[in-house]
């Protein structure tokens, strides 16, 4: 669609302004595109939509497949629609992501309520690729969605490594999802994800579960303290949750509210967002760079010929790489941005 559609800038940004869920999954799509003509007009579009957004509130969610993430989100999302008044979007970084296979978000089922909802918007992650371009993709999808009228911005992450990294880089808040029993709490120390996180819940407290969950919280409690040297530092409000029940998802999103409020007095609300502008910047270089390598005719070519030629001694990459980053020297000169 996106490729044979002519796109027209200033319409799409007004109907975006308006709301309409039809141009903001087209410009959605525009984001995620990668072509050298699309990034261009993305541009453009995000440019103009750039005034229009900054002031809402940008939460992470990152938990273990399994954790709870998807029918958390659908039972939050529901809460702040209809007690909170707000317009919820939901985004998802997922690099492994195919969007038709059963990864993230791709099983829309458990999120079914929320997507069906006016007043929520629920894009699965951008497919394939490296994290650098589906982050790239995500951070600007934001734009939109802000830009769109949703007050709040749910980024949802699958609980390994680098991105989580890349959503903590992007919102206000990074919560974490945990279960008792899992060990996931060991888990979350050694890949310091627990060093990223602003508020932890300990989802599913009901049933036979609700006491060992109370148990696991005051376990991760003090383990946080044991991970952050700063003495000064904020504790890490460590909560527990059922999506099934409802109980403790109001605690969990005034724990969300207040550790914004917590930003915005000493500051370094202003003084995150710098530095994540700073991260972009170079994650947008960076991702400049790799997109071309990826998709230059000529590199590809080159590179081609020689995967093709590859043996088992171990000079053939080393020489086979010198050879593609000359075909890339020489096609930098050609590059759209250069
Ligand atoms: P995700 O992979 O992190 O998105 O996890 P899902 O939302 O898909 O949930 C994984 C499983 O846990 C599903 O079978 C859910 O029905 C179940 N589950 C999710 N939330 C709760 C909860 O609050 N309580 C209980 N008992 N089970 C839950």
Redesign the pocket.
């Known amino acids: 669609e996106m490729v044979t559609m002519p796109i027209d800038v200033p319409e799409l940004v007004e109907q975006v302004l308006a709301g309409s869920r039809q141009h903001i999954a087209k410009a959605l799509t525009l984001v995620e595109s990668s072509k050298p003509a699309h990034r261009e007009k993305a541009r453009e579009m995000l440019r103009q939509l750039a005034p229009h957004t900054g002031n809402a509130i940008r939460v992470g969610i990152s938990?273990?497949?399994?954790?709870?993430?998807?029918?958390?989100?659908?039972?939050m999302g529901g809460k702040l629609i209809d007690e909170y008044g707000y317009k919820v979007a939901v985004l998802a970084v997922d690099p492994s992501s195919t969007r038709t296979g059963g990864s993230?978000l791709g099983?829309r089922t458990?999120m079914g309520d929320l997507a069906n909802r006016d007043e929520a918007f629920v894009r699965p992650s951008p497919s394939g690729g490296h994290l650098g371009g589906v982050a790239r993709a995500t951070r600007e999808a934001m734009i939109v969605m802000e830009a769109a009228g949703y007050n709040v911005v749910l980024v949802?992450t699958v609980?390994v490594g680098q991105s989580e990294v890349a959503v903590a880089g992007m919102v206000d808040t990074f919560l974490m999802?945990s279960v008792a029993g899992t060990g996931d709490q060991l888990q979350g120390i050694k890949k310091g994800i627990l060093e990223l996180a602003d508020v932890v819940a300990v989802?599913?407290?009901?049933?036979d579960?609700a006491g060992n969950a109370r148990v696991s919280a005051r376990d991760l409690s003090i383990a946080m303290r044991l991970v952050s040297s700063d003495a000064d530092k904020r504790r890490v409000p460590v909560l527990t949750?059922?999506?099934?029940?409802k109980e403790g998802l109001d605690e969990v999103w005034q724990a969300v509210v207040e550790h914004r409020a917590y930003l915005e007095k000493d500051g370094s609300l202003q003084a995150r967002r710098t530095e994540q502008q700073r991260e972009w910047l170079w994650n947008m270089v960076r991702n400049e760079i790799i997109e071309s390598l990826d998709t230059d005719p000529s590199v590809q070519q080159t590179a081609q010929r020689i995967e093709a030629g590859l043996g088992i001694e171990a000079t053939s990459a080393l020489e086979g790489a010198e050879e593609i980053l000359r075909a890339f020297a020489r096609a930098v000169p050609h590059l759209p941005w250069a």
Not at 203 to 207: H, I, R, Y
Not at 241 to 245: D, E, G, K, L, V
Request: aromatic share 6%.
């Open positions: 938990g273990v497949p399994g954790a709870g993430k998807s029918t958390f989100i659908n039972a993230i099983d458990r949802e609980g999802l989802n599913k407290a009901d049933g579960n949750c059922s999506s099934y029940t």
